[in-house]
């Protein structure tokens, strides 16, 4: 569909502007797509996602306009904000809130990706794009984080720029490169703001690539079988796909905005409304709720350049994720045991987030007490996050490989038009 | 089935993002539960316990607690404890301008150079009780009293927190706990010894609207002040996400309509 295009210009100006400048032509192509008319509503996440990444881009602009990037004043400047900025007690949550709801989205939009294989051929630079992207949003969520300058902001930065420190030999030089001097200071809130503010426009211009990579090929579907015929499979993307996305979209935004309106402080941490201050440490330090997961992971194991490892290996393993999956069907509907594996997967997932956000010695149940001091024993947080570690990494480095060569897949219907035909008897 | 799993799963994994933020702290200590006027979707300050908790902070928690991010004229903004709709400027608020003239606060330099007191004016922010931290603690036996602008957004479950930590002093330790010098025993704070001797008694306040000054009754008031210093935009805010919810719910409702109608002659 690369290079096809339908775009007839009719006016004198647009064709005129067309043989000098083809921009009609690019937005035309762009929405008037074939697209499968079998997309569910899962398939509604790309649209929420551009939405959400051009509320931040807005919301955080007009922020930078009042925000000081000042050790001594960044605190006091995101009050100043929400107190006397016009309209910046709605900003403010916005933007902070807009940065979780675009977390949920895009994990949403990520467990899409893997039910219903759309990294599979033709479709893997597609899916490796969409990982960049993920990644710059993880860095960009957590600088932003920082900016406000409270006690998570100053001691989630101390965490995750220690974790460079284990890096062997050059750790401690890296980690001070990083900070700009020899703790989170100045220099380190100074960089972040600078990078906060540039790493999203560089996502914006890798969604440009997502989309571009993902008009080569196609849409892929929940049957996982590609368009054969492109009148009966598909029909344009606008007006039947622009419209159910929209209604999707507005959806969202209720729950958005039921957030930023009625409980702006819900998915962030009380902590980071007392000044960040380095010589007290709060007693727990935990990152943002969408980074629980991989804080887990990386407290799951005992050693501090290992638990580094697992970590960025647990994203890592996302790139090379097309070749792990040997199975040629792609949509999980048809793949009765990769199904089972996949919906542990998510549970997997969400135990980790459980277990980032508790004390490794805390327990998931107790089993028994100490007659003699009161103590509670059972199953601590520290195993379970290592049996779900082993889990998301035999997920895809076992099962999926394996699965692909052993698994019986379920009969997969013959085209998109013949899968939404409703069963009438006979005659279907 | 296969939607309902997935569904579930997402409501699970976003009431894990509601429990991580309030999970930590306040382990140890039972907190009580006690409903405020301004909780809930619909919840508004209570205007005349917010002024009494004014005078309470006033008289009693402002000779340690400083509250440095809140200016005076924020009184009688909308939603705040003073407000007058005669006044919408809060500068001009004849109960604002005699508050702030209650308070003396530095400023210079003049054409000496020299620094200068002055009656405060409804644009200074409140005055803190001391010069910095230091001074703070040495007047606290070491202890720093937390500035009150964010502290009731500051502290898991704040209001119930605050308002169960200044009812839950208790005169007598319980047996086996050494109390150190200077601490006072309040079951509602974590380990149980608290710097801050008990700041409220019985009629501590004359409230001027003829309320018993009961200590539960003074902790409700003052809980409810601190919360509006804490969130002044509150109300602002959720008479907006009303409207912002009904127009996104029509404008689903059209949306869904008009999607039906395209999407009417496709089998899909």
Redesign the interface.
């Known amino acids: 569909m690369s290079g096809y295009s339908e775009y007839d210009p009719k006016s004198g100006f647009e064709k005129w502007l067309d043989a000098r400048l083809p921009i009609v032509r690019l937005g035309y192509d762009t929405f008037i797509f074939p697209t499968p008319k079998n997309l569910n509503y899962w398939w509604t996440f790309g649209g929420i996602l551009a939405v959400l990444l051009m509320s931040q881009l807005i919301t955080g602009i007009i922020l930078a306009m009042h925000y000081v990037p000042h050790v001594d004043y960044a605190y006091d400047s995101i009050q100043h904000i929400n107190r006397d900025v016009n309209f910046g007690w709605m900003l403010q949550p916005m933007h902070a809130v807009g940065a979780s709801m675009m977390f949920l989205a895009v994990y949403i939009h990520m467990f899409r990706g893997i039910y219903y294989g759309s990294y599979k051929s033709p479709r893997e630079v597609l899916w490796i794009v969409g990982v960049v992207i993920y990644l710059l949003m993880m860095a960009t969520g957590f600088m932003g984080y920082v900016l406000p300058w409270g006690q998570m902001s100053y001691w989630g930065a101390m965490v995750i720029t220690n974790l460079f420190s284990a890096i062997p030999l050059f750790g401690e030089a890296i980690t001070n490169w990083l900070w700009g001097g020899f703790s989170v200071d100045n220099p380190t809130l100074n960089r972040f703001f600078s990078l906060h503010f540039v790493l999203p426009f560089a996502i914006l211009g890798l969604v440009i690539l997502h989309v571009w990579a993902l008009h080569v090929p196609g849409n892929n579907n929940p049957t996982g079988v590609s368009v054969k015929n492109v009148d009966k499979d598909t029909l344009p993307f606008h007006p039947y796909y622009t419209v159910k996305d929209a209604f999707a979209i507005v959806v969202f935004l209720m729950v958005f905005a039921a957030f930023v309106f009625f409980m702006p402080d819900a998915l962030g941490h009380p902590d980071n409304y007392i000044r960040a201050n380095p010589v007290v440490t709060p007693p727990h330090i935990v990152p943002e709720w969408y980074y629980l997961p991989f804080y887990a992971m990386l407290r799951a194991v005992p050693d501090k350049l290992g638990g580094v490892i697992v970590m960025f290996g647990a994203i890592a393993v996302l790139f090379v994720l097309p070749w792990l999956d040997t199975s040629k069907v792609r949509s999980m509907r048809y793949r009765p045991l990769a199904k089972l594996f996949f919906f542990i997967f998510v549970l997997a997932c969400i135990g980790l987030g459980w277990a980032g956000a508790k004390s490794p010695t805390d327990l998931v149940f107790v089993t028994g007490t100490d007659a003699a001091t009161g103590e509670h024993s059972g199953f601590s947080f520290l195993w379970f996050a290592r049996i779900l570690t082993a889990y998301y990494y035999i997920f895809f480095l076992a099962i999926l490989p394996i699965l692909g060569l052993v698994e019986k897949p379920k009969a997969r219907p013959e085209s998109i038009e013949k899968s939404v035909l409703k069963p009438t008897g006979e005659e279907a | 089935m ?1 939607l309902s ?2 569904t579930a ?2 409501i ?3 009431s ?10 306040s382990e140890g200590a039972e907190l009580k539960s006690k409903h405020f006027s301004f909780e809930g ?1 619909f919840g508004t300050y209570d205007k005349a316990a917010a002024q009494r908790g004014f005078m309470v902070y006033q008289q009693s928690c402002s000779s340690c607690h400083a509250m440095s ?1 809140v200016a005076i004229r ?1 009184l009688g903004d909308p939603g705040a404890p003073f407000y007058d709709e005669e006044y919408p400027n809060p500068n001009e608020n004849p109960v604002i301008k005699a508050i702030a003239e209650m308070f003396t606060v530095q400023d210079g330099p003049d054409d000496e150079g020299d620094m200068f007191e002055r009656p405060a004016k409804p644009f200074d922010y409140f005055p803190s009780p001391f010069a910095n931290d230091q001074a703070a603690r040495a007047s606290n036996g070491g202890a720093l009293p937390p500035d009150f ?2 502290l009731v ?4 479950h ?1 209001p119930q927190y605050i308002y169960s930590l200044l009812t839950s002093y208790e005169d007598e330790a319980p047996e086996g706990v050494e109390l150190r010098d200077g601490m006072s025993y309040n079951s509602a704070f974590a380990g149980g010894q608290i710097g801050m001797p008990p700041p409220l008694f019985d009629e501590l306040v004359e409230y001027t609207d003829g309320t018993h000054a009961s200590v539960e009754q003074m902790s409700n008031d003052v809980v409810t002040f601190m919360a509006w210093a ?1 969130d ?2 509150m109300e ?3 008479r ?3 409207m ?2 009904i127009y ?2 029509i ?2 409702l059209l ?2 309509g ?2 039906k109608a ?2 009417k002659d ?3």
């Open positions: 296969r799993i997935l799963a997402l699970a994994a976003a894990l993002g509601l429990s991580a933020g309030t999970a930590s702290a979707v991010l924020n602008s964010m957004r500051a502290r898991p704040g804490a002044p935009k602002t805010r959720k907006m996400g009303w912002v919810l996104l719910f404008f689903a949306m869904y008009s999607y395209v999407w496709v089998e899909h």
